[in-house]
């Protein structure tokens, strides 16, 4: 068994590359590691990028307080079902009294 290969970053970034152009693979097999290196260096490349632009970031954020109004009309709504539900068990209640 082979000794254990150490890559650097710029090796990772090249393989990264490669499997994007020729396929996991053709490329798992040409430099003898496994896929899930492939995996795991992609994942951390992409977790190691920039954080998002302002325009990203600025949308995500309008997104998420978009999420938040929805649910506020939703429970408002549900609060005037429920109400007007109650009025008319009550006033159907009086009728027959």
């Not at 003898?32 to 998002?52: F, L, M, N, Q, V």
Request: without cysteine.
């Amino acid at each position: 068994m082979s000794p254990r290969r150490r890559f650097t970053e710029d090796e990772r970034r090249a393989i990264l590359k490669e499997v994007d152009e020729h396929g996991l693979s053709i490329t798992i097999r040409k430099h003898g590691i496994s896929a899930s290196h492939i995996y795991s260096w992609r994942k951390r490349t992409e977790s190691d990028a920039p954080s998002t632009t302002g325009l990203e970031a600025e949308l995500r954020r309008l997104r998420q307080e978009n999420q938040q109004l929805k649910e506020m009309v939703a429970e408002k709504e549900l609060f005037i079902r429920i109400k007007d539900s109650l009025l008319k068990k009550t006033l159907s209640r009086g009728k027959t009294d």
